[in-house]
């Protein structure tokens, strides 16, 4: 009589359980990791007690006691640590925003050039993509500079073009004077975006139905425009410039950059460019020929076959690279330390040398970039899934 | 009735092949290609003669910087004066052929890694012996040989031996991190995805600052790591960030009846990555590593700021240690700029290679 087949023993606390091996390989990593952090914070503290060094971020509140060569708001040596680091932030996302901006169009303008049926164009602008993203950005920022601060005549005999000066001292320009008429515009500007997007949904719910597109681009353009133009005309319409004027050193009033900005801004944006040119590049490649036939077989007009059909594709495909582009310009705007333009870095570098709390000033310079960072990924990421094919 | 009348024949095709017919499609296809033919033409021929005074004509070629100060066009002659500094840095002048064996010896290790017929068991062999050798003539000591503090090595060899060293020790550390990226594992997966983000969150500068001036702290009383090796960690620790997330996107493109049919087969979880997916995974992201190693190569240059004097920072103090040809730094700026172009556009001329080659078996 045979006997009925056993179960297999429970394998659960086994060495051959999957599930119990894994535990085991887990805990143990998390171990060696927690370990390893014990042990570098416990260094630390002992060679911070031992070397007489405080820690803390008390020293945050104290007072500064250096100048900053160009803020948002006025700074004087006079105030905190703190305040150093907004300045430094602002800097840091002033260049940054500015860089965004520049890069992506200059990059999108290469980046399709190089379809071009010019040759030359095709070759000037495989030329720049080439030249650019094969030398360092660091040498490039340290050429810029040089250009800015050797080449350029001295403030008294600036160039002059129009209403604009360009100098060792860096460019001046003319801004309005600050008047309460400007809130107005700037409140009429905001109206105008809810305005526009109100109109851009009833023409877009009309064009489903009928099927004829209507007002969809320059209507919420128009609206747009005109609510603020609204807004300056109620605020009484102020129209006072503060023009720059040469005077007998230097050139005097208007608004001005200062040669480190231009540098740094002219370098991130002419490297950044040249690898956001690539990617628009291979967008545009991505998208199969067949695709711009079948728009055109469906008589859909060159225009409409690019933006309805193309592009939205070709974006599908850039956007998560140029996401990255755009993360890399932010963080190389840390070189401005090299340059002498205060950014967060080089007030932190500055902070370090005067008061020696490394870490706390390391830890500070990381957590601005890590939240800018975060920040620009959860935004890119949000539009990305926004663009992406629907499936089931 | 009618009668038959010949039509006249077509005009011949325009030609299309020839550079005649090449600069009618390229050049003067339409209005709108023709004018942008003649603008940037123009451009040229306002440019271009300035351009070639300024680098050939008037171009001081020998000479002292007296001689450049009198001439018009750019100073040549301070790439020849101060040559020896620009590529070798601090590295003591009467050992610079220690360097120069040196340098030359892992640029040829690496070059030969690249080809095909090292590509042997027997390769990281190789470069084990070749770096002991590097580092025993590099910092001297040994046989006679003067000894050479790490803080004075400088120039090209210091950039060309951060850049590789930095991509080689990388390599394991970012397959295991794009390994645990993908891992079944919940506690190593957020580790391995907590270390990828921060980093990649981070400027490579603050590493740097982080090495040079938070290191000495992290490390128990009287345990000194040279500076060198700590930025070389910085270096190598912030690049396998980067490296594993494109080891990883080579795994994610891997079938995932790949790893069924090794489970099938009862491989185990090593053998399966060992044999099956890696092999795959990594051929195909060899052209996403050249372009790591192309950025890690260029981003060496930032270490100039934690006082380390590879090339562009041997360069700044050549430039700027001597009054009498400071005037003349973007003659050495531009030489420099030449050789970081010569190195990466070769790097990337390969990695296209090796993109061809790769996808060859995808070719019919």
């Not at chain 1, 002033?94 to 890069?103: K, Y």
């Not at chain 2, 325009?14 to 003649?38: E, M, P, R, Y």
């Not at chain 2, 938070?214 to 270096?235: K, Q, S, T």
């Not at chain 2, 730094?329 to 993109?355: K, P, T």
Request: charged share 10%.
């Amino acid at each position: 009589m045979s006997k009925p087949p056993s179960h297999p023993p429970s394998k659960r606390w086994s060495w051959r359980s999957q599930a119990f091996r894994s535990l085991v390989y887990q805990v143990l990593a998390v171990a060696v990791i927690a370990l390893l952090v014990l042990f570098l914070a416990h260094n630390t503290a002992t060679n911070m007690r031992q070397r007489g060094i405080q820690s803390g971020f008390d020293f945050l509140l104290g007072t500064a006691g250096f100048d900053i060569g160009e803020s948002l708001f006025t700074f004087d040596s006079g105030e905190s640590y703190l305040q150093a680091y907004l300045v430094g932030v602002t800097n840091t996302l002033r260049v940054a925003v500015l860089g965004i901006v520049l890069t992506t169009i200059l990059g999108t303008l290469i980046g399709v050039g190089r379809f071009s049926r010019n040759a030359l164009v095709r070759g000037l602008c495989r030329m720049y993509v080439e030249a650019f993203r094969n030398i360092p950005i660091l040498l490039q920022l340290l050429m810029w500079y040089l250009i800015f601060t050797e080449f350029l005549p001295a403030m008294a005999e600036a160039w002059e073009v129009g209403p604009f000066f360009l100098s060792k001292g860096g460019l001046n320009f003319p801004i309005p004077v600050w008047a309460n008429g400007h809130v107005w515009a700037a409140w009429g500007l905001l109206l105008g975006v809810g305005a526009a997007v109100a109109w851009r949904k009833h023409a877009w719910s009309k064009f489903i139905a009928t099927g004829v597109p209507h007002g969809m681009f320059w209507m919420p353009l128009g609206i747009f425009l005109a609510c603020g133009i609204a807004g300056w005309l109620l605020g009484g319409a102020p129209t006072e410039t503060n023009f720059p004027i040469r005077g007998e050193f230097s050139v005097e009033n208007g608004g001005s950059l200062t040669p480190e900005f231009l540098a740094l801004l002219i370098g991130l944006t002419m490297y950044t460019a040249a690898f956001v040119a690539e990617v628009v590049r291979s967008g545009i490649q991505a998208v199969p020929q067949g695709q711009a036939e079948a728009a055109s077989a469906l008589g859909l007009s060159q225009s409409h076959s690019m933006r309805l059909v193309q592009l939205p594709q070709a974006l599908r495909v850039i956007i998560p690279p140029i996401t990255n582009q755009y993360l890399n310009l932010t963080k190389n705007s840390s070189l401005a330390v090299a340059i002498g333009y205060p950014d967060v870095v080089s007030i932190a570098n500055t902070a370090i040398n005067q008061t020696g709390r490394a870490v706390e000033c390391i830890a500070l310079i990381m957590l601005v970039y890590l939240s800018t960072s975060l920040a620009t990924s959860v935004l890119m990421n949000w539009y990305n899934a926004r663009s992406e094919i629907k499936e089931r | 009735m009618s009668t038959y009348a010949p039509i006249a024949p077509r005009p011949a095709p325009a030609a299309a092949s020839g550079w005649i017919g090449w600069c009618q499609s390229n050049l003067f296809h339409d209005w709108k290609t023709s004018l942008g033919t003649v603008l940037i033409g123009l451009v040229f021929l306002a440019l271009a003669p300035k351009f070639f005074n300024w680098a050939i004509v008037d171009a001081v070629l020998n000479g002292g910087h007296e001689a450049c100060q009198a001439a018009h066009g750019a100073c040549w002659a301070v790439v020849k004066e101060k040559f020896r500094f620009m590529i070798f840095g601090r590295y003591p002048q009467e050992e610079h052929w220690r360097a120069l064996v040196c340098t030359s010896m892992l640029l040829s290790l690496i070059l030969a890694s690249c080809t095909r017929a090292f590509w042997k068991p027997w390769l990281p062999a190789l470069w084990v012996l070749v770096l002991v050798m590097y580092f025993a003539l590099m910092r001297g000591g040994v046989a006679g040989l003067r000894y050479v503090e790490t803080d004075l090595w400088s120039g090209l060899p210091l950039t060309i031996l951060l850049a590789s060293l930095s991509m080689v020790m990388a390599f394991p550390i970012a397959m295991l991190v794009a390994l645990g990226r993908r891992s079944g594992m919940p506690a190593i997966r957020s580790l391995c995805t907590v270390y990828v983000e921060l980093i990649r969150g981070v400027p490579l500068i603050s590493v740097l600052f982080m090495a040079s001036f938070m290191f000495p702290l992290l490390m128990p009383e009287g345990f000194n790591i040279d500076v060198l090796v700590r930025v070389l960690a910085g270096i190598t620790l912030f690049t396998a960030a980067y490296m594993a997330e494109v080891i990883r996107g080579g795994l994610q493109a891997i079938p995932k009846g790949q790893i069924e049919a090794a489970a099938t087969l009862g491989l185990s979880y090593w053998q399966t990555q060992r044999k099956i997916v890696l092999p795959q995974a990594l051929a195909m992201v060899v052209p996403g590593l050249m372009n790591n190693f192309i950025s890690t190569f260029k981003d060496t240059s930032l270490v100039a700021i934690v006082s380390l004097y590879e090339l562009t920072g041997a360069m700044g103090m050549a430039m700027n240690s001597d009054a009498n040809w400071r005037a003349f730094r973007v003659e050495g700026y531009l030489f420099i700029a030449f050789i970081y172009f010569v190195f990466c556009y070769s790097m990337s001329r390969y990695s296209q290679w090796i993109e061809s080659q790769v996808n060859k078996s995808r070719q019919r």
